[in-house]
């Protein structure tokens, strides 16, 4: 049973949610480079997504990423995954604050523990002790935002079906395999929220993980739009505290990475529509 945990201001809840899930590149809504070409593999409760047979992100059986002990992406093993995210930073020496460099790209250490900040752009990031001279910064981050409010969700498949014809010259039709999978999504939202959906659907292919009414698992796949954005207003003005995305803080200590309600503070949670979309797996 997947239970996601969420916190709110009563508390940690655990629900067992009908949900979509989409991870983006943490400064964006669009799916990460590094992961639209990615294998995707279930491995026990878990689900890993590789580049050849390293993990580039693993998320647990309740649809979080796996972090480590110090709050950083994890691989299935535990440990801390380099690839496709990190990048070698190298000491400046003759400076009065110490500096490190890579390419055009230069960071100081942050007063938070942990955390380096990127001159020119003030984006904080992670970094760890590589050598005496050098640091290894998580240049990569993957956010995880997990979309609730969820009115409708049908999941249905294309049957590919084979035939022949017997020696009685009557053809027989018989199933070969479950073919693409088909979701008819609407939910609803408030005006912020209706916002980011619309910038996450407006791309060609999409990252999806999602639970249906009818599955014991999280599933996922690559899908594409094969209908418009709709979109229905019910109520423009009231504040219904329905914005249906949730994201997941990765705190330094995985058993305290939560998800939370999104707020930004800069659009406004008024209203309430309803947000319909229908996909078709690539």
């Not at 912020?192 to 993980?209: H, N, R, S, T």
Request: aromatic share 10%; charged share 25%.
């Amino acid at each position: 049973m997947i239970q996601i945990d969420t916190m709110t201001d009563e508390g940690i809840i655990s629900v067992d949610h009908c949900y979509l899930r989409v991870v983006t590149d943490g400064d964006s809504w669009a799916t990460h480079p590094n992961l639209q070409q990615a294998t995707i593999e279930r491995i026990g409760t878990q689900i890993a997504l590789k580049k050849g047979t390293d993990d580039l992100v693993v998320f647990t059986e309740d649809a979080q990423i796996k972090l480590n002990g110090d709050g950083l992406p994890a691989n299935r093993d535990g440990y801390a995954i380099w690839v496709e995210c990190t990048a070698i930073y190298t000491k400046i020496i003759d400076e009065e604050i110490t500096r490190y460099q890579n390419g055009d790209s230069i960071v100081t250490k942050s007063s938070r523990e942990g955390y380096c900040v990127e001159q020119g752009t003030n984006k904080e990031l992670r970094w760890a002790e590589n050598d005496d001279n050098s640091i290894r910064v998580w240049i990569t981050k993957y956010q995880n935002y997990l979309i609730r409010n969820i009115l409708q969700m049908n999941v249905t498949f294309s049957e590919i079906v084979d035939t022949y014809e017997n020696e009685s010259g009557h053809t027989i039709t018989y199933p070969v395999r479950l073919g693409k999978r088909r979701i008819d999504i609407k939910m609803e939202a408030d005006l912020q929220g209706l916002e980011i959906l619309m910038e996450m659907f407006k791309q060609p292919e999409l990252l999806l993980f999602y639970k249906s009414p009818s599955d014991s698992c999280e599933q996922y796949g690559y899908f594409r739009k094969t209908s418009d954005l709709q979109i229905t207003t019910i109520a423009r003005n009231p504040r219904f505290d329905n914005n249906p995305l949730l994201y997941q803080w990765q705190n330094k200590s995985p058993e305290l990475s939560h998800f939370y309600p999104l707020d930004d503070g800069l659009q406004p949670h008024t209203g309430a529509y309803e947000f319909s979309v229908s996909l078709e797996e690539v």
